[in-house]
């Protein structure tokens, strides 16, 4: 039989069969490689695979095989230094909800995270939660940052989950549609979650007052049915974002504003640091490119960490 894995927990996978869309409490038969990629979960929410159902344990099942991925969206594994952790697989897009209040998200984790996406051709769209918390000077600042990355391709929303501001229009982009939903602990995943399908009543939690940091409340990724054909993919929040498998020659390709002057730089191997004749750095300076978007270029490009 065929299914999707749609909740991972370590060594047991469940999986919906696509016949009948019964759910299975499946185990790998034997240890799966991925080449050329040191993962810490052989199998990720999304895969497909092929499974059979052990006659002995009524519901269990087998997974036999996983079917190549068209894409997929990785991180630095947080407990096996040299591993990556795949958080989803065979997605439709991405969004990564994001907040300017409490608490902040940084330019360099959202530029990391639509690095990642470029690199797997996953169409990133950023979605600004907790509206209900921003004054007239922070709304003024959310457009500011709205008009950053718009100008780079990047499709942007502004919702509230308490208020149901602008859910509507995130429900539009979910539609018929396999969606990763990402971000920091305490951004509102779940709280956005519960507005959008009420019926699933997600855990959610509030913000440390001593950390002004998301509390974990989601402890496994899974698949949520929003409705018949389309599909939310629930995550644990991100700490950090370390980029995985990009190596820094590449690294400007995957970000637009950059990619689209590569062949205009004097030399062909310009790192676009302080290289003569470099057309990226030329448009920083005449303010074509945002700073700091640079700026996370920059941070990448050093390997340096950026948690917030």
Known sequence: MTGTVVKSTGSWYIVRDHATLALHRCRLRGK???KGLKVSNPLAVGDVVTFSVEEQTEGAGVIDHIEPRRNYII????HKTEHAHIVAANLDQA??????ASPATSFGFIDRFLVTAEAYSIPATLVFNKLDLYDEELLDY???VQKMYERIGYPTLRCSAETGEGLADVEVLLDSKTTLLSGHSGVGKSTLINAIVPDLDLKTDEISEYSDKGKHT???AEMLVVRPGTYLIDTPGIKELALVDIRPGELAHFFPEMRER?????YHNCRHVEEPGCAVHEA???GKIAMPRYESY????AGEDNRR
């Open 32 to 34: 799966f490689k991925h």
């Open 75 to 78: 991180r630095r594994s947080v």
């Open 95 to 100: 969004l990564l909800v994001v907040t300017l």
């Open 142 to 144: 959310l457009g500011q």
């Open 218 to 220: 989601t402890t496994y």
């Open 262 to 266: 590569l062949n205009q730089c004097r």
């Open 284 to 286: 920083v300076e005449k």
């Open 298 to 301: 920059l941070s990448m490009l």
